[in-house]
């Protein structure tokens, strides 16, 4: 288009320049000398070459604003708009490139926005844990994050374009998109998908309206399995404690009620159903504590106060404190935690774990037996293990053990005092160090419990 405009603008320029002297040559014709004929087509024709040249000159320096223009143009329309176009002087065309620079840096800035968009949105899509699906209106997939990949065990590069119904027929999901498209509102299924067992998923496909006409369907795929289970565990729990809370207040209950029918006057007998309430109440307050612990623990808020000290002294501590629930037992206790072992942790969680272990050695092991502890540092762990010489623990029980409420035998452990709590409160309270717990046991053959905590090592910090 510029060299046609420049073309034109040359003819243009050579007819008015022209014109005139071919006119004046042809009037002279016949009315000059010939030698003046003659010097005049040599004037005419000199002056001709130099409005030429004349010519040619203004025509590029005034045409050459255009080309710049021009060719800033092109480039912007091809997507280059670093570009600036470069006019010198003043002027509309100065102007009209200004305005052009302007619209190509405006233009810039709004697409490096728009693409900082498209990425946050890509990273928010990529990086969800709930699957995403997009269709368009006929129900062909767009596109799938990998979180929907994930859940589905179907591979979105695989399922881009196409149908629903064919990738995903009898789960759920084309029915929920064929409905959202067909009546334009949000609909939700549940469904334990088909492709992927382990996995119970819930749909909700929305319609992406355009015009008031759904032009897409949205699906949001989310596991709930994990939240059932949680709920399940919450019931559980709920059962556990109402469970527990009822005995002993039945138990407190009916001695009351006792000493009240008459009881009271009986000085004989009288003093058995008080400490039966004593006994029971007691057993309360344990469960009560226990479940105050458990919760500290499991709290979000909860934090270590953490300091350096010899492991032996808390052993030892620990022990001492034992001693007067099991002084009438013949259990001997061998403390075999080397001196000045050190170790970093929460000093007052550290001394619950113990208790509540050798707690139990304690009780579960008959009279002429024997409980130890003991410590070592193990490839940048300190490995802690309590053992006993108690009836073990069957193999079936030995993955529940650190479950809430869970005993290995019910009536036994109530009737030495158990809330069933306590090794649950060992695992949250070593997991809180960043450590782990487990059992070793054979029926008959004792149980040897351990846990780890991160080691120290001289004067280094164990974190």
Same mark, same amino acid.
């Given at each position: ?296 623990? $499991? %709290?979000?808020?909860? &934090?270590?106060?953490?300091?350096? !000290?010899? +492991?032996? #002294?808390?052993?030892? /501590? ?121 059992? $070793? %046991?054979?029926?008959? &053959?004792?149980?040897?419990?351990? !846990?780890? +905590?991160? #080691?120290?090592?001289? /004067?280094?910090?164990?974190?």
């Amino acid at each position: 288009m510029f060299k046609t405009f420049k073309f034109r603008l040359v003819a243009f320029y050579l007819a008015l320049v022209l014109f005139p002297l071919g006119l004046a040559a042809w009037l002279a014709a016949g009315h000059l000398p010939a030698a003046a004929m003659e010097n005049l087509r040599t004037s005419l024709a000199a002056a001709a070459g130099v409005s030429l040249l004349l010519g040619l000159w203004l025509i590029q320096v005034l045409s050459a604003p255009f080309g710049e223009i021009v060719e800033a143009s092109k480039r912007f329309a091809a997507g280059d708009l670093g570009h600036r176009a470069r006019v010198a002087g003043y002027g509309e065309l100065k102007k009209l490139a200004q305005t052009l620079n302007s619209m190509a840096e405006d233009l810039s800035r709004r697409m490096g926005e728009l693409a900082a968009r498209k990425g946050e949105l890509e990273a928010v899509f990529d990086n969800m844990s709930e699957g995403l699906i997009l269709t368009d209106a006929g129900g062909r997939i767009k596109t799938m994050n990998a979180a929907a990949g994930r859940l589905t065990g179907v591979e979105p590069e695989k399922a881009e374009g196409g149908r629903i119904s064919d990738i995903f027929g009898g789960t759920g999901f084309d029915s929920a998109v064929t409905e959202a498209l067909a009546s334009g509102r949000p609909v939700s299924r549940e469904t334990a998908a088909a492709f992927r067992q382990r996995f119970e998923l819930a749909v909700s496909a929305a319609p992406v309206l355009r015009d008031g006409s759904p032009a897409a369907c949205v699906l949001v795929v989310h596991d709930v399995g994990e939240l059932k289970k949680a709920e399940l565990i919450r019931r559980e729990f709920v059962a556990n404690v109402s469970h527990e809370l009822k005995t002993p207040l039945t138990a407190i209950k009916g001695n009351i009620e006792t000493l009240i029918g008459g009881a009271v006057d009986d000085r004989e007998h009288r003093g058995e159903f008080m400490a039966a309430v004593l006994r029971q109440a007691s057993r309360l307050e344990g469960l009560v504590d226990d479940l105050l612990r458990l919760s500290s623990l $499991e %709290s979000a808020s909860v &934090r270590l106060e953490l300091s350096e !000290f010899p +492991l032996r #002294a808390l052993t030892e /501590e620990v022990h001492r404190s034992l001693l007067p629930a099991f002084k009438n037992r013949k259990v001997l206790f061998s403390d075999e935690v080397p001196e000045e072992f050190p170790v970093r942790a929460d000093r007052r969680k550290l001394e619950q774990v113990l208790f509540n272990l050798l707690d139990n050695a304690f009780k579960y092991t008959p009279d002429g037996g024997g409980v130890s502890v003991s410590a070592a540092a193990e490839d940048g762990l300190v490995r802690v293990k309590i053992s006993d010489t108690g009836p073990g623990i069957p193999a079936e029980s030995l993955p529940r053990i650190f479950e809430r409420f869970y005993r290995v035998d019910q009536g036994r452990s109530r009737d030495l005092g158990g809330t069933g709590l306590g090794l649950s409160i060992v695992r949250h309270a070593v997991e809180l160090h960043g450590g782990s717990v487990g059992v $070793e %046991s054979e029926e008959g &053959r004792g149980s040897r419990f351990w !846990f780890t +905590l991160p #080691a120290c090592a001289g /004067e280094e910090s164990c974190l």
